[in-house]
C-alpha cells in the first residue's frame, strides 16, 4: 500500500469529482451506515454510547475504526437521532451493542410541527459534539465525513411516521411545509460540519425508500427535499453522498434526478446495471452487510471480487453494520478492496 | 344485489378509496336499517382492507395509501363493533407482534397487525424495542398462538433469532408459531434461525398466520 498514489482524501475527492483515481476507495461513512463495531470498541476502549455525548470519545472511536477496520475515511456520528434530538424528539442513546434510536416523537402530526423550528443548529449540545469530534478528526490525510439524517427520516423522527406518511398524501401543504422547514435547518446543521472541517457530507434517509412512498411520492417528497438539502450543501464546494435504502425498481427513473457526487445503494440493488443505464452517476456501494456479519472472510472476498469487476467507483457496505459484525470479515473487504481490480 | 349486500359493497369500495368519512356514514347505515354489524365488517370492511392489499402486493398502493385505508376500516369498526351479537363473538386466534430490541420503526409492523387485524385475527401490539423475553412472556399470558416479530435493521437482525433461542431454552418452542419480516429479513434467514415463516409484506403475512393455524386460505 506504499505505492498508493493517492492519500485517502485526494483519492475519495477525487472519485467524488468524477476523476480517474489509481483504485476505488473503501469507506463506511457512518450515521445510518454504521462502522462503530463491538469488537471495534471492546478493544480500545472507546465505547458507545458514552461516544455520542463525548467529542473526544467520538473522535477517537472514529480513528480505531479505520485504523483496525481499515475504511479510508473518519465518519461520525455513530447514529441518526442528533438531528430529531436537536429538534426536540426524546432519544434513547441505546447501548454498547444497541444503536440510538428514537424513543418517543415530538410531535403527532404535520400541522402540529408547523412552530418556528430554530433556525440555526451551531447551540445544540449534540451537534457541538459531533461539530467537534469533525475539528479534532480534520486536516490530516484521511477524509472526514459528517453523516446526517435526510429530510423524510427526520421529518418521520420528529413526528408520529404512521401518521406522517398519510399526511404526505391527506395534508400536503402542511407536510411540505414541515419538511421545507426541517431542511433547511438540516443545511445548516450540515453547514455546521463542514465549517468545522468535514470533507464530505453523506446524506442516508432511510424512510424515502421507494417501497415505502412509491414513485409518486417518491419523486415529490424525497427528490425535492433531498435535491434542496443536497443543493445547499454542494453550493459551498462540498460534496455529497447521498444513500438510499431498499430496491430501486420502483423509482429507479428517479435516481438519477438526486443531485450528489456519488449514489450509495442497498444490497439488493444492482450497481452494475445502475451504472449502465446512467453512466454518469458514481456509484458506491454495496457489499451486503448480512454477509459481512454473518459470512466469512471467504464470500467477504468473493463479493469485493464482484464489485471491483463491476467497477463501482466507490466500495462500502451496503447499510449499517450490525455491531456483531466480526472485524476479520471486515478486514478481509477493505484489504481486498485496497488491492484493486485484477487480484 | 340485495340492499345489504349494495352498503357491503359500499364499505369496501369506501375503504379501498381511503374515504373514512364515508365508511362511517356507511356503517351508522348498516346500523339503523337494522342489518347485522358482523357481517358488514366482515364483507365491507375485511373484504375492502384485502383488496387494498392486493394493490399493496401489485404496487399500486403504497404505505401512506394502505394507512389510509385501515383508517377509513377502523372508523367504521368504531361504529359496528358494540353492535356486534354475542354469538357472533367467536374466539379469533390470537398473535403477539412487536419490533425487536434496538429497533423502534414500527412501519412495517403496524402494517402486518392492520392487515391481520382485518383478516379476522385477535392482534396483540406489543409495541417497539421489545426484549426478546417480554415476546415470550407476553405470547404465555395472552395465549397466544403466534408470535410475529419484526425488525427494518441489519443492525437489529440478530435479535430475532435470540426469540428463538429463548423459545427453545425454555422448552417452549412448540406452543408458538414464528413469523418474522422486514427490510432486511428473507426466507432463507427464517429458515436459517428456525422461524416458521416469512413474510415479505403485510398483505402475504395474513396469508401466512392463516396457513401456519391451517386455516383456510383465500384465493
Known sequence: MTNDLYTPKERLLRKLRGESADRAPVICPGGMLNSAIVEVMEHTGH?????????????????????????????????????????????????????????????????EALIELPETAGDNPRVAVTASAIHMLSGGDMPVIGSITGPISTAASLVDPMTFLKELRKDKDNAHKVLTAITDWLISYALVLRESGADIICIADPTATGEILGPRFFEEYAVTYINKLADGIRATGTPVIVHICGQLSSVSQHVSEIKSDAISTDAMVNLRNLK????????????????????????????TDILLRYGIDILAPACGLGTATPLKNIAAFTQRAKLGIGS | ????????????????????????????????????????????????????????????????????????MYRALDVLKPHIKVEEQAVKPRAIIGVVEGDTHDIGKNLVRIMTEAGGFEIIDIGRDVPPNVFIDRAIEENAEIIMISTLMTTTMTNMAKVIELLNERGLRDKFKVMVGGGPISQAYADRIGADGYSKNAAEAVRLAKSLLGMEVAK
Open chain 2, 1 to 72: 344485489m340485495t340492499r345489504e349486500q349494495e352498503l357491503h359493497q359500499a364499505l369496501s369500495d369506501a375503504v379501498l378509496d381511503m374515504d373514512e368519512d364515508l365508511t362511517e356514514e356507511l356503517a351508522k347505515k348498516v346500523i339503523e336499517e337494522g342489518f347485522d354489524a358482523y357481517a358488514a365488517i366482515d364483507a365491507g370492511l375485511a373484504d375492502g382492507m384485502e383488496r387494498a392489499g392486493v394493490l399493496f402486493e401489485d404496487g399500486e398502493y403504497f404505505v401512506p395509501e394502505l394507512i389510509l385505508c385501515a383508517d377509513a
Open chain 1, 47 to 111: 465505547v458507545l454510547p458514552d461516544g455520542h455525548t463525548d467529542a473526544e470519545l467520538m473522535a477517537l472511536l472514529a480513528k480505531d475504526i479505520a485504523e483496525l477496520t481499515g475504511f479510508e475515511n473518519y465518519g461520525v456520528p455513530f447514529c441518526m437521532t442528533v438531528e430529531a434530538e436537536a429538534l426536540g424528539s426524546i432519544i434513547d442513546l441505546g447501548s454498547l451493542v444497541c444503536e440510538p434510536k428514537i424513543n418517543k416523537e415530538r410531535f403527532a402530526s404535520v400541522s
Open chain 1, 276 to 303: 449502465s443505464k446512467y453512466p454518469e452517476l458514481t456509484t458506491m456501494g454495496n457489499l451486503s452487510t448480512i454477509r459481512l456479519e454473518q459470512g466469512n472472510p471467504e464470500g467477504v472476498i468473493r463479493n
